[in-house]
């Protein structure tokens, strides 16, 4: 887990960058970084120690130094480095508009091991504006990164922004009014106030974007650096929050933060500004919340974002999110996914591969189990992987128990029994393979739980608290008859911030 002196001695070494590239911008001091920026960063180092000692922050997920943590809001590659970015609230660890919500922003060479950036986006001082919204991050044709955002004043509409990048490290950013307003571009004048999450994707060379609660409303980039945009028509299937529409092999995947969060695929067609759904046939994308919400921002995974990697691979993020209150911190990223496609539309989420750098102490077994459960040997930890395939043969019930060390209560149950996964609470139907075993890949980070069904078809994200303190084991069971665990191997697993 990140420390106040590890973020303080990266942000000198920033600053120190800083003082040889591009002279301050008018609002900002010699380190370039506006009064706002400088503010969010002085409250995320004095919320640093409250948070380092939380056993039950995660340690292999992305999230910010401290504070609120919402929207996954854009990622891109860009000269060695992966950039991601997140609706951020630096001052408070609850969501409030008024508590001065900017955007987040952390780098990684490998998309596993991540360093803290000072927030790319703040709301400007001295203006009406109380929040920089969701939107998205996209790469120009000229290798310009821009990232887009709903500027939101404390009185009027919602207005779409873009910033672009002062210096090559990506630390200080320009804001433009880029014409996207009720009433201009053709937007219409009487469009919802809370419209945003401006999604950028390209199209046979051209460039689009998306957005939520604006009826479906699609605009196209009127220059090369993407700062005139023209509103060109509306599209099927946007609902919910942060609309994602993008390629992905020879077809258009468009992701949907709804409860829970689903999917279509189909072809997006430039000429006729419309996306074609196959079949409008709607698919969920993980089960961990919904339909119907629990409690507030209790969200499993939410607001997503699809973007291309180094490797050319694309790959999801998003914002997990229903953590206890009142610790410093609330929400996180999930882990990085890439993203494939079935013959029949079905999309694959495959946890990133380069996780396995983390593993350390492993355990395996195999075997068959009558009507008995058994702790898998040599493993116990806070931070754990696990991948199980199961053949269930006469067992009515057949999965695998996070449970306490030495304890028979407080166990996280994954539970496969009538055709139907059981993850923690969460009902997920038909999660056997074509095989007819159960594939299991689990990850625990301390209080968030990740499972990927059948080789990534079918997935849960949700926030799970074991009794504090408690390191847990790995335990596979059959009840009422036999069944045969094919395979079970388990890992502990490191912080993602004490590697390269």
């Known amino acids: 887990m990140q420390t106040t002196r590890t973020w303080a001695g990266r942000f000198l070494l920033i600053l120190a960058a800083l003082a040889c590239a591009e002279p301050p911008t008018a609002d900002a001091d010699e380190s370039g970084?506006?009064?706002g920026i400088k503010r969010a960063m002085q409250a995320l180092e004095e919320a640093a120690p409250e948070v380092a000692t939380d056993a039950t922050r995660p340690g292999f997920h992305l999230l910010p130094p401290a504070r609120w943590m919402n929207d996954v809001c854009g990622g891109?590659?860009?000269?060695?480095?992966?950039h991601v970015f997140y609706q951020h609230t630096p001052y408070s660890d609850q969501w409030g508009t008024d508590n001065g919500v900017g955007w987040g922003h952390a780098r990684s060479k490998d998309l596993v091991h991540w360093e803290h950036l000072p927030p790319a986006l703040m709301p400007a001082d001295g203006h009406d504006n109380r929040m920089d919204a969701s939107g998205s991050a996209f790469v120009d044709g000229r290798g310009q990164p821009v990232l887009f955002f709903a500027k939101t004043p404390r009185s009027g509409p919602r207005e779409q922004w873009a910033a672009v990048p002062v210096d090559d490290q990506l630390i200080r950013w320009r804001r433009l009014d880029i014409g996207l307003a009720p009433g201009r571009s053709g937007v219409p004048a009487g469009i919802s106030r809370g419209w945003a999450d401006m999604f950028v994707f390209e199209a046979n060379g051209r460039v689009f974007a998306?957005?939520?609660?604006?009826?479906?409303?699609?605009?196209?980039?009127?220059?090369?650096?993407?700062?005139?945009?023209?509103?060109?028509?509306?599209?099927?299937?946007?609902?919910?929050?942060?609309?994602?529409?993008?390629?992905?092999?020879?077809?258009?995947?468009?992701?949907?933060?709804?409860?829970?969060?689903?999917?279509?695929?189909?072809?997006f067609c430039a000429a006729d500004f419309a996306f074609h759904p196959g079949g409008n046939l709607v698919r969920t994308l993980d089960y961990g919340y919904g339909p119907r919400r629990p409690g507030p921002w209790t969200r499993g995974l939410y607001g997503t974002t699809a973007f291309q990697d180094a490797r050319?691979?694309?790959?999801?993020?998003?914002?997990?999110?229903?953590?206890?209150?009142?610790?410093?911190?609330?929400?996180?990223a999930?882990?990085?996914?890439?993203?494939?496609l079935t013959g029949d539309d079905q999309l694959i989420q495959t946890p990133l591969p380069e996780l396995a750098g983390l593993r350390d102490r492993q355990a395996?077994?195999?075997?068959?189990?009558?009507?008995?459960?058994?702790?898998?040997?040599?493993?116990?930890?806070d931070m754990l992987e696990i991948r199980a395939r199961f053949r269930a043969g006469s067992a009515a019930t057949v999965g695998?128990?996070?449970?306490?060390?030495?304890?028979?209560?407080?166990?996280?149950?994954?539970?496969?029994?009538?055709?139907?996964?059981?993850?923690?609470?969460?009902?997920?139907?038909?999660?056997?393979?074509a095989d007819g075993t159960l594939k299991l890949h689990v990850f625990f980070d301390r209080s968030v739980l990740e499972v990927f069904i059948d080789d990534g078809r079918k997935s849960v994200t949700k926030v799970v608290y074991p009794p504090e303190g408690q390191r847990l084991e790995v335990e596979a069971f059959a009840e009422s008859g036999a069944a045969e665990v094919v395979s079970l191997r388990a890992w502990t697993l490191k912080s993602i911030w004490h590697g390269p």
Not at 319 to 332: I, T
Request: neutral net charge; hydrophobic residues 40%.
């Open 33 to 35: 970084l506006s009064d």
């Open 76 to 82: 891109f590659h860009y000269r060695g480095w992966h």
């Open 210 to 267: 998306v957005f939520k609660a604006s009826n479906g409303l699609l605009v196209e980039a009127q220059n090369a650096d993407l700062t005139q945009w023209k509103a060109v028509g509306r599209i099927q299937g946007v609902a919910g929050e942060c609309p994602n529409l993008f390629p992905l092999e020879d077809r258009y995947v468009l992701i949907r933060s709804t409860y829970p969060i689903s999917y279509m695929v189909g072809q």
């Open 312 to 332: 050319g691979r694309t790959v999801l993020m998003g914002w997990v999110s229903g953590f206890k209150e009142g610790r410093g911190w609330n929400g996180c």
């Open 334 to 340: 999930s882990l990085p996914r890439v993203l494939t």
């Open 364 to 381: 395996a077994w195999q075997g068959t189990l009558d009507n008995e459960a058994k702790v898998l040997a040599g493993i116990s930890g």
């Open 400 to 433: 695998l128990n996070l449970r306490p060390e030495g304890r028979d209560s407080g166990a996280i149950a994954i539970r496969f029994a009538d055709a139907e996964l059981d993850v923690a609470g969460t009902r997920v139907p038909g999660a056997c393979s």
